[in-house]
């Protein structure tokens, strides 16, 4: 199985860099979730998220020659490219630095929870810029390292920021808590 | 509190923000991909530029050429037919020559072979050098007749509602498809905030009894066009960008 999609991808790469958008659309296609969750997060509005990912899917595409590195480059590349189309959808709609986001308990949760709800507030308060390391780190549960890449940040930095992050979330958290 | 459940406390209020994506992303992506080709820079990127503006010179000059003979008709939709006596084709495979931009009101769109109700299954966004573009994509069939109309404001009628919204820009463009049906087929976004140079934001207006409408808003009064395109067959509307 495994081998099998390793020689899946090479060859998805080698048709997106001939310029064939099937290929390119096979390769990024994984990635589209993770890049719809970040962008979701970012910009506190599904549909503008979905326009976000399809924008820097397009950007991708025509910077595809830009990548460097092997394929474990793909990810942190393109997700810094939808960070980036996030931070423009913001510029363009200044308007939606106001907006809040519509947080919704999931199934289950017991809204009482005061402990969550703290959670939830305190995330809302946070920047786009400050909930960027947080989601690319826990949610997306991506390394270090693929952190600091999206990001532009050396590891120790991302760390600094993934951490700085979370105790805007809980002054009391500790580095042990935390990673 | 451990690392665990500060973890998963996270996790939590991240998936309430964002939830899933729409099951029609990846189609969306995938089809925008194909509409935008990006241009393809390699080593011998000069040689290919020279090549292309030759290209672009000797096709300049076969359609200027050309042109009177074509081109019967600058309205929207009537893509130019060999004879001019002939019925004007609407559904081409392709395109060889697109219609003029026009920038008033335009005669409707009618087609003599179209199905009952023509199903919406994709609607998409772009912008070109020189224009935006919204394409609308049907599942069986050109739709029974489309209709344009500019307006002077970005305030559409929402139907059958009766509310008037106000999309973004100072002008619109409302378009209308009779015998058309988007919610069988489609379940994509019905606001698109596109912040184009012109097209900044498109909105289905109406899909009720037959008729969609979706409201185009506009930075400002812009001429368009508007022609149908075959497998798939397509709705392609371009404002221009001057």
């Known amino acids: ?179 | 509190m451990s690392r665990e459940s500060f973890r998963r406390d996270l996790n939590r209020a991240f998936e309430a923000m964002s939830g899933p994506p729409s099951p029609a992303l990846s189609a969306r992506v995938r089809s925008a991909l194909g509409e935008r080709a990006p241009a393809r820079p390699g080593p011998f990127w000069i040689a290919g530029l020279a090549a292309a503006l030759i290209a672009a010179i000797v096709i300049g000059v076969f359609v200027v050429s050309n042109f009177n003979r074509h081109l019967t008709s600058g309205v929207p939709g009537t893509l130019p037919s060999a004879s001019p006596t002939a019925t004007p084709t609407t559904v081409q495979k392709t395109p060889e020559y697109l219609p003029a931009f026009v920038c008033g009101s335009s005669a409707p769109i009618n087609s003599q072979n179209a199905p009952t109700v023509a199903y919406v299954d994709s609607v998409r966004t772009g912008t070109h050098t020189g224009y935006d573009r919204i394409t609308i994509e049907f599942q069986n069939g050109q739709p029974g007749s489309v209709e344009l109309r500019p307006q002077s404001s970005s305030t559409f009628t929402n139907s059958p509602r009766g509310d008037t919204v106000t999309l973004a820009g100072s002008a619109g463009l409302l378009v209308v498809i009779h015998s058309a049906d988007e919610h069988t087929a489609y379940s994509g976004a019905t606001d698109f905030n596109t912040n184009y140079p012109v097209l900044l934001e498109a909105r289905q207006m109406e899909d009720f009894e037959g008729t969609v409408q979706w409201g185009l808003g506009l930075s400002k009064s812009a001429c368009y066009r508007a022609f149908f395109l075959a497998n798939p067959t397509r709705l392609v509307i371009d404002i221009q960008v001057r």
Request: aromatic residues 6%; charged residues 30%.
């Open chain 1, 1 to 179: 199985m495994m081998t099998a999609v390793m020689e899946e991808r090479p060859s998805a790469m080698a048709r997106a860099a001939a310029g064939d958008a099937d290929g390119f659309a096979l390769l990024i296609e994984p990635l589209l979730d993770p890049a719809y969750r970040l962008a979701a997060v970012m910009l506190s509005d599904r549909t503008a998220a979905e326009d976000a990912v399809q924008e820097a899917s397009i950007k991708a595409w025509r910077k595809l020659h830009q990548l460097r590195g092997d394929e474990s480059s793909l990810r942190p590349w393109f997700l810094s490219i939808v960070a980036n189309e996030c931070r423009m959808a913001r510029r363009r709609h200044w308007w939606s630095v106001l907006k809040m986001a519509d947080v919704q308990l999931p199934a289950g949760a017991d809204p009482t929870t005061e402990v969550e709800s703290d959670l939830h507030r305190a995330l809302r308060r946070l920047s786009p810029e400050e909930r960027l390391p947080l989601v690319l780190h826990f949610y997306l549960d991506l390394p270090l390292d693929e952190v600091a890449r999206t990001l532009g940040l050396s590891p120790s930095a991302a760390k600094s920021r993934i951490y700085r992050a979370a105790r805007r979330l809980r002054s009391d958290l500790t580095p042990e808590e935390v990673f």
